[in-house]
């Protein structure tokens, strides 16, 4: 055999060599690759958090309701559910309209039908935690479908309000203090 046949099936033999390894590598390469596809497939899917409906609300819209279906249909229903108070304004609204700016809960829909009352008692008023001793505003909004209490709220003037909690006594006060 001459050199020159032997260089050529020296060649051809690595020529084969690297084509094989070429074969393998891809093979390699595309099973690493479809690996990770696969894994990065099944850490998307665990971390992908389970999602679930929104819990309906205890009051939901009832604008569609017609006044007749309601428990408190006009302003003379209210009253009596009140009681003798000395009303200054009854409105008939939806939630979104008679809550407060900052009050959000998520129990009462916005076209909620209610009615806000809101009454003066220049005499005061007594409640839970004490008394207002004079000139004490309540608002107050009712559910117009089941007459339920959906916001009481108290104002107070400065100085007006008494609790019936006792004053705390000196040492109570130091420790108070201490503890800022």
């Known amino acids: 055999m001459t050199v020159v046949k032997m260089m050529k099936q020296l060649k051809q033999a690595f020529l084969s060599i690297l084509m094989v390894l070429g074969v393998i590598g891809s093979v390699v390469l595309v099973s690493k690759i479809s690996f ?6 099944q850490n998307n899917e665990q971390q992908i958090p389970e999602t679930k409906p929104p819990l309906p609300t205890k009051y939901s819209d009832n604008s569609n309701k017609l006044d007749s279906e309601l428990k408190l249909k006009t302003q003379d229903d209210v009253t009596k559910l009140l009681g003798n108070r000395k009303i200054k304004e009854i409105k008939f ?88």
């Open 36 to 41: 990770a596809i696969t894994r990065l497939a």
């Open 93 to 180: 609204l939806k939630w979104k309209d008679a809550k407060p700016p900052k009050e959000d809960n998520p129990n009462i829909d916005g076209n909620r039908k209610v009615w806000k009352v809101t009454a003066d008692y220049v005499g005061g008023i007594e409640f839970d935690s004490g008394r207002c001793k004079s000139n004490a505003k309540l608002t107050q909004v009712l559910d117009a479908e089941t007459g339920d209490n959906l916001m009481l709220e108290v104002r107070c003037p400065k100085g007006s309000f008494e609790s019936d909690h006792p004053k705390p006594t000196p040492e109570e006060l130091r420790i108070l203090e201490n503890s800022r």
